[in-house]
């Protein structure tokens, strides 16, 4: 079952925060009587999504990002871990993670926002000793948004406003934004990438590897050389970010894929199951449909009925 997050002492200027930073999001997406979903982006990594319904559960990669909740409430699905998000409250993803998620209530408002490694790491002389500070993390943090962070986005997203405001300020409200989240209480991961040679950084290159070549057979030892940890380092530590085995992770990346290659494309079943990496596609319908409760023949069969007729 989702878990909603802990109810806390009240913070009035989160309250107004969070409603200056709707109201500012809500003016920059264009007017609109249909029930599609609204994609804007003021800005390169800032995106604002809008949806008018409640969706069904979708598998996805997501990328680190922020994921802030203005309107509505989304439900998400890591590993083991279940969160129902409602607004004012917000994810912080530090690596690549296969997750499922969906819209619960709407309508519903989402503030996304790239995390930069590179902006991170350019606090690591301010920070200091802090760096290190905190607690083992997930890959995948949720808590709510305090008054410092929203008032620091709304005033990045205001930069739409203005070209040269963006140009000069940006830079700086990007690295304050940061700056807070890597302070928050679902900071540690953020404090654990500023390094290099941290065992978060280890298992962020790792999960780049297995990105660009998941088709292919894994073999653990190669992986964890590449990467300059040993077998058992890599394990532990790559379950304790991702909550999942490498080979698992390998085999929600290869599922991913064929489902968007069956959704979107013109190929089989068994030939899907090939491209991705399996040797039988017996075991990948049975994968599949565990993933995604439904084989992948219900998704050739939707697609072939959703494509638009030859006929006159």
């Known amino acids: 079952m989702p878990v909603d997050l802990p109810k806390r002492a009240s913070d009035e200027g989160a309250h107004e925060g969070l409603r200056r930073l709707t109201e500012e999001a809500l003016r920059l997406i264009p ?177 780049a590897l297995l990105r660009q070549d998941f088709r292919s057979p894994m073999v653990v030892e190669e992986l964890a050389r590449e990467v300059g940890m040993s077998v058992s380092s890599f394990h532990k530590h790559f379950k304790a970010v991702t909550s999942s085995s490498p080979l698992q992770y390998q085999k929600g990346l290869r599922l991913l894929e064929a489902r968007r290659t069956l959704v979107a494309g013109t190929s089989s079943v068994t030939t899907v199951a090939f491209e991705v990496g399996y040797e039988s596609p017996s075991q990948f319908s049975r994968e599949y449909t565990r993933k995604f409760g439904r084989p992948p023949s219900q998704d050739v069969a939707s697609r072939v009925l959703s494509a638009p007729s030859r006929g006159t």
């Open 31 to 207: 007017p609109s009587t249909a029930r599609t979903a609204q994609l804007v982006t003021p800005r390169q990594g800032l995106y604002l999504l809008r949806q008018h319904q409640r969706t069904a559960f979708e598998a996805a990669i997501y990328t680190p990002m922020l994921c802030l909740i203005l309107q509505g409430c989304k439900e998400m699905t890591f590993g083991e871990h279940h969160f129902r998000l409602r607004a004012g409250e917000c994810a912080l993803v530090s690596h690549d993670l296969p997750m499922v998620s969906r819209v619960r209530d709407a309508p519903y408002l989402v503030l996304l926002l790239n995390i930069e490694v590179e902006v991170l790491r350019s606090l690591y002389e301010d920070l200091g000793e802090l760096v290190t500070a905190g607690t083992e993390a997930r890959a995948l943090e949720v808590h709510r948004a305090d008054s410092r962070l929203l008032d620091a986005i709304t005033r990045y997203l205001a930069l739409a406003e203005s070209e040269t405001d963006a140009r000069v300020l940006g830079p700086m409200l990007l690295k304050e934004i940061h700056y807070r989240l890597t302070m928050a209480p679902l900071g540690h991961m953020l404090r654990s990438l500023i390094r290099h040679d941290s065992h978060a950084s280890s298992i962020a290159r790792a999960i």
